[in-house]
T-cell receptor
Framework: GENVEQHPSTLSVQEGDSAVIKCTYSDSASNYFPWYKQELGKRPQLIIDIRSNVGEKKDQRIAVTLNKTAKHFSLHITETQPEDSAVYFC?????????FGAGTTVTVRA | DAGVIQSPRHEVTEMGQEVTLRCKPISGHDYLFWYRQTMMRGLELLIYFNNNVPIDDSGMPEDRFSAKMPNASFSTLKIQPSEPRDSAVYFCASDGAHSGNTIYFGEGSWLTVV
């Protein structure tokens, strides 16, 4: 099955700096790559996604890049704010079946 | 739409008891997923359904776990008998073509088995 690896497991950044989270996947047939944000005690919520026919996608301060050849994708958060503190999960999907990375705990220091 | 609705939100039960978790997917979604989240194992897919039919139950940990989807608006995940290691947050999620193949999670059911 699909194996998704996510790094780093924890990330501390100064408010206003950028944060980058990287993921790799194993199944070249995976074609959908969402990112979820989970705040403490809450459900995972989709923040951005990218499909295999696109190399990059942006939504305000968040961007995702995909390299299908290398089978890796990344999340970039610019101008980080305290409310960006949360656990972020990457995932890879084939035929609706999502496999998640282990998560990255992001802490934004004021 | 109210989103994916799960019940109960919190459950504390004694080891050996039967636990039933319930889920109502988003109307019109034809995929339903059950996930389990723990600190040690992260988010694990237990089972998913398409048009009420189980497609992949390879993530179900053992025979004590069972899931059903009798109709398009209701699913259950049952644990019988429950064990302390089943303590986790159980998320139900749904997806459908008209949502752009985006999976939406419910609030989760927080299960503690003592």
């Amino acid at each position: 099955g699909e194996n998704v690896e996510q790094h780093p497991s924890t990330l501390s950044v100064q408010e206003g700096d950028s944060a980058v989270i990287k993921c790799t996947y194993s199944d070249s047939a995976s074609n959908y790559f969402p990112w979820y944000k989970q705040e403490l005690g809450k459900r995972p919520q989709l923040i951005i996604d990218i499909r295999s026919n696109v190399g990059e996608k942006k939504d305000q301060r968040i961007a995702v890049t995909l390299n299908k050849t290398a089978k890796h994708f990344s999340l970039h958060i610019t101008e980080t704010q305290p409310e960006d503190s949360a656990v972020y999960f990457c995932a890879a999907s084939k035929h609706y079946k999502l496999s998640f990375g282990a998560g990255t705990t992001v802490t934004v220091r004021a | 739409d109210a989103g994916v609705i799960q019940s109960p939100r919190h459950e504390v039960t004694e080891m050996g008891q039967e636990v039933t978790l319930r889920c109502k997917p988003i109307s019109g979604h034809d995929y339903l997923f059950w996930y389990r989240q723990t600190m040690m194992r992260g988010l694990e897919l237990l089972i998913y359904f398409n048009n009420n039919v189980p497609i992949d139950d390879s993530g179900m940990p053992e025979d004590r776990f069972s899931a059903k989807m009798p109709n398009a608006s209701f699913s259950t995940l049952k644990i019988q008998p429950s064990e302390p290691r089943d303590s986790a947050v159980y998320f139900c999620a749904s997806d459908g073509a008209h949502s752009g193949n985006t999976i939406y999670f419910g609030e989760g059911s927080w299960l503690t088995v003592v």
